[in-house]
Nanobody
Framework: QVQLVESGGGLVQAGGSLSLSCAASGRTFSRYTMGWFRQAPGKEREFVASISWVDTATRYADSVKGRFTISRDGAKSTVYLQMNSVNPEDTAVYYC????????????????WGQGTQVTVSS
């Protein structure tokens, strides 16, 4: 059994910053690419960012590029999402995700999901 647990969500004003973290447990994730997806009410779950276990190469959705930064610790078992210059359109439940693949950018490629953490940006 693999568990991904997100934390750090909450309320933040537009233009502010928020940081999320995701801790993996149950097995070693040193060779897992990890990332973040988000889903707003009535909307499809969408890709936000990912970081590869191979070389720490990162990918970002166009909507967050330049504002969000993904990173992971040396053990590669915890992933972070630094959210800067947030806007109301960033309001969603944010999900941590992991895959054994080198690249992660679609929901179909996800092997494991976290439970999600709510991020709400006030206008």
């Amino acid at each position: 059994q693999v568990q991904l647990v997100e934390s750090g969500g909450g309320l933040v004003q537009a233009g502010g910053s928020l940081s999320l973290s995701c801790a993996a447990s149950g097995r070693t994730f040193s060779r897992y690419t990890m990332g973040w997806f988000r889903q707003a009410p009535g909307k499809e779950r969408e890709f936000v960012a990912s970081i590869s276990w191979v070389d720490t190469a990162t990918r970002y959705a166009d909507s967050v590029k330049g504002r969000f930064t993904i990173s992971r610790d040396g053990a590669k078992s915890t992933v972070y999402l630094q959210m800067n210059s947030v806007n109301p359109e960033d309001t969603a439940v944010y999900y941590c995700a992991a895959t054994s693949a080198f690249i992660l950018s679609t929901t179909s490629g996800v092997n494991y999901w976290g439970q999600g953490t709510q991020v709400t940006v006030s206008s």
